[in-house]
């Protein structure tokens, strides 16, 4: 059984595909605000802003979430998980509220940069699960001589 201790020395992959992906998110936030003040005005470039960002803080806090309920007890990783998405959805739901009466976002422009904004953040996690170094068997000793 593993204890708090050793997996709290693991490899996690999150680490790297935190990183991958905000490395993404910098390229492509900018690509993004600026297709919508082009195709949308002013207003497009405040709200697909907005929109990425939000979806951008969305996964980073989902991420470091994650990386706390990894290194806590292999028995409660699904519970913590759970509350992670849970908390998120709260999140967003509140900014959804908030915004709801502003008179200037442009919703397709919020909408489509927060969808696009989640397919790179998607594929930043996989390209940085691939290249992440992660421990398959962390509690395994090797012997001295190999």
Known sequence: MRTSQSRARASSPVRSMLRTSLLLSAVSVPVITLGAWLLRGADGMASALIGAGVAVAFFVVGG?????????????????????????????????????GADWLDGRAFAAAAIIQTLVWQVGQVVGFRRGRHEIYPDVTLPSGS
């Open 64 to 100: 470091l979430g994650m990386r706390a309920v990894i290194a806590g007890e292999a028995a409660l990783s699904m519970a913590g998980a759970l509350v992670v998405y849970i908390g998120q959805l709260i999140a967003l739901v509140a900014v959804f509220l908030v915004l709801r």
